[in-house]
C-alpha cells in the first residue's frame, strides 16, 4: 500500500526523522534533501505544490542520479559536480542557502516566475522560450517588487552622446561588431539594443560575411541592461512587441557558427544572456558573469532564459539568477557557458 503523500513528503524533508538542513526552506522557498531519492522522486508531486521554488540539498556529495528533474537548483557539497549539480563550494551550504532564501523572499513573484520560466522554456525551442521570457517580463514590469526596486533608485539623467553606441569595422571577410559606449560600461539600453541588432541582421544577410566577432570598448564587455531605462515602458503589451522584434539574442542564434563574443572584465545581465547566444563565447582569464535582474523585481529580459539554459542548462541558469553571484571565468569554462580562456583585449 503506498503511503499517504505528506508523509512521503516528510520523508524526503527529512529522511533521518530529525533536524536537518531540509528544515530551513520555508515559503517560498523549499530545500529539501536528497539523499533520499527514491523518496524524493514518489513524492515529486508533493514537493512541486509545496513551494514556487524548490531546491535539492546532497549533502553527502553523491549527486544522485533521476531526480535533478523534481527541482529548480540542485546543491552539492561536492567538488566539480557534473550537470545540473552546482557545487557549493568554500561558500558552504548555509551561506549559498542563505543568499538564495534572501533573493526569493526579496522578490518572490520574480523569484517563482523566474523558476517556472526555466521549467517551461526547457519544453520550448528558441524562439518559443524568448516569446515565453519576453510575456513574463512585461507582467513583471507591472508588479510590486519592481515598483519597489525602482522607486528606490531614482533615475538619472545623463547627457547623450550623438557618436553610434555600435561599431562596426570591415576586415576582409570578417565582421567586428563593437559595444562602444564604455562610459556607460557598455550598458544596453534601446539605442544600443537597436544599434547591434541592425549591424548582426547586417552580417546575417551579406553572405560575403565570413566571421562575425562581438566585441566591447573598455574595461568590460557590458553591464548589461542600462538601469535608467527601466520600466520607462508606458505600454508594457508594446514593450513586448518591440523587445521580441528587436532581438540581438534571436540574431546571435541565427548566425550560428559564423558569431564569436570575446568577454573582458564582466559580462552583467543582458550582457552574458547576448554573449551565451553565439556559437563560440571566448572569455578573458580574470572574466566574471553575474545575473542580477531577480533582485531588481525581474527576470533576464535580452533573452537569457532561452540562451543559458541551452548552454548551461536551466538548474545552473537558476541558480545564477537567484543566488546574484559572480561565477567567474573558470568556473563558467567548466559550466560550459564559455568555450575557451584566452586574454581579451
Do not use: K
Request: aromatic residues 4%; glycine residues 12%.
Amino acid at each position: 500500500m503506498r503511503p499517504p503523500a505528506d508523509a512521503i513528503l516528510a520523508a524526503a524533508l527529512d529522511p533521518e526523522g530529525g533536524e536537518s538542513l531540509s528544515a530551513l526552506g520555508g515559503e517560498p522557498l523549499m530545500a529539501v534533501a536528497v539523499e533520499d531519492s527514491a523518496a524524493v522522486r514518489q513524492a515529486a508531486a508533493s514537493l512541486r505544490a509545496g513551494a514556487p521554488v524548490l531546491v535539492g540539498i546532497d549533502t553527502v556529495g553523491g549527486t544522485p542520479d533521476g531526480i535533478a528533474d523534481v527541482f529548480d537548483i540542485v546543491l552539492t557539497t561536492a567538488s566539480h559536480p557534473p550537470r545540473p549539480w552546482v557545487s557549493v563550494g568554500d561558500r558552504g551550504l548555509e551561506s549559498v542557502l542563505s543568499s538564495l532564501r534572501g533573493t526569493v523572499q526579496g522578490s518572490p513573484a520574480a523569484a517563482a516566475v523566474f523558476a517556472s520560466v526555466l521549467r517551461l522554456g526547457d519544453q520550448l525551442d528558441f524562439e518559443g522560450a524568448l516569446t515565453l521570457e519576453s510575456l513574463a517580463y512585461s507582467a513583471l514590469l507591472g508588479g510590486a517588487d519592481f515598483r519597489a526596486w525602482r522607486a528606490g533608485r531614482p533615475v538619472r539623467e545623463r547627457p547623450v552622446s550623438p557618436a553610434p553606441q555600435v561599431r562596426l569595422e570591415r576586415r576582409e571577410d570578417a565582421l567586428v561588431i563593437t559595444l562602444a559606449r564604455p562610459e556607460a560600461r557598455n550598458a544596453v539600453g534601446a539605442r544600443l539594443r537597436d544599434e547591434l541588432t541592425e549591424a548582426l541582421r547586417l552580417a546575417r544577410l551579406d553572405p560575403s560575411i565570413a566571421r562575425v566577432e562581438l566585441r566591447g570598448e573598455g574595461p568590460i564587455f557590458s553591464a548589461g541592461g542600462d538601469l535608467d531605462e527601466f520600466g520607462q515602458a508606458a505600454d508594457l503589451a508594446l514593450a513586448h512587441i518591440i523587445r521580441t522584434q528587436r532581438s540581438p539574442v534571436r540574431l546571435a542564434d541565427e548566425l550560428g557558427e559564423r558569431l564569436t563574443v570575446f568577454v573582458q572584465g564582466a559580462a552583467i545581465g543582458g550582457g552574458i544572456e547576448i554573449a551565451a547566444a553565439a556559437a563560440r563565447l571566448v572569455a578573458d582569464p580574470g572574466a566574471l558573469f553575474r545575473l542580477p535582474e531577480v533582485g531588481m523585481g525581474l527576470i533576464p529580459g535580452a533573452g537569457g532564459t532561452a540562451s543559458l539554459p541551452r548552454r548551461i542548462g536551466r538548474h545552473r541558469t537558476c541558480f545564477m539568477g537567484l543566488s546574484g553571484f559572480d561565477i567567474d571565468a573558470r568556473e563558467a569554462q567548466a559550466w560550459g557557458l564559455v568555450d575557451h580562456l584566452e586574454p581579451v583585449r
